[in-house]
């Protein structure tokens, strides 16, 4: 595995207050990318970077920024939390060129 | 649009009982497809990569196969130990394009 740990695993928020979620991978994986999953919508890329400090957006990047200063270390934050950002946010890091991905276990968040 | 389908959404078998798992895909130029399974609580967990039409992969008692149009996930003779959701995703310009899964329960 690729050794991929998203911290908090869960995490309950107030609307309208600022949340970072992290993720730290070990492979020295170059892509590292993160999703929410939410039921009947699958799958859905937020944001994703290509190189540190290199990031692009997915379909779902309102409300929603993200850094990348190391390799290994990728962010996601939400700078005013809404109740819509409740769901299940997976990272994930790749090696590009066709490789697959590879996931950590998942960050709850639940914004009351 | 690049698009991934899975069906059916839900899927419950009798120990025992074979049956295929389906994901069709629009998407110009494949570079391969891949097969993910995901229990309740944790991250996907890659399976299969699938490249090139006509070709197969077994795992114990999964095969995935791949046409031009749509891939298969076959599952012989499933076992409780079997019961997840099963994701089929395609690469597309720098990311990964998901299908919505499909939720397997196998009876004892």
């Known amino acids: 595995d690729a050794g991929i740990t998203q911290s908090p695993r869960h995490k309950v928020t107030e609307t309208g207050t600022p949340v970072t979620l992290r993720c730290h991978q070990t492979e020295n994986h170059r892509y590292m990318y993160w999703y929410r999953q939410d039921p009947g919508h699958g799958l859905r890329l937020i944001h994703y970077?290509?190189?540190?400090?290199?990031?692009d957006k997915g379909e779902v990047s309102d409300g929603y920024s993200v850094s990348r200063s190391k390799t290994e270390d990728f962010l996601l934050t939400l700078e005013s939390a809404t109740s819509s950002q409740t769901s299940v946010y997976f990272c994930?890091?790749?090696?590009?060129?066709?490789?697959?991905?590879?996931f950590g276990n998942g960050t709850r968040l639940t914004v009351t | 649009e690049d698009q991934v389908t899975q069906s059916p959404e839900a899927l419950r078998l009798q120990e025992g009982e074979s049956s295929s798992l389906n994901c069709s895909y629009t998407?110009?130029?494949?570079?391969?497809l891949f097969w993910y399974r995901q229990d309740p609580g944790k991250g996907p967990e890659f399976l299969f990569t699938?490249?090139?039409a006509g070709e197969e992969k077994e795992k114990e008692r999964l095969k995935a196969t791949l046409t031009k149009k749509e891939s298969f996930l076959h599952i012989t003779a499933p076992k409780p130990e079997d019961s997840a959701t099963y994701l089929c995703?395609?690469?597309?310009?720098?990311?990964?394009?998901f299908g919505t899964g499909t939720s397997l329960t196998v009876i004892p």
């Open positions: 998407v110009s130029g494949l570079r391969g």
């Open positions: 970077s290509y190189g540190v400090k290199d990031t």
């Open positions: 995703a395609v690469p597309g310009g720098n990311q990964f394009y």
């Open positions: 699938l490249y090139s």
């Open positions: 994930a890091t790749g090696t590009g060129g066709g490789s697959p991905l590879h």
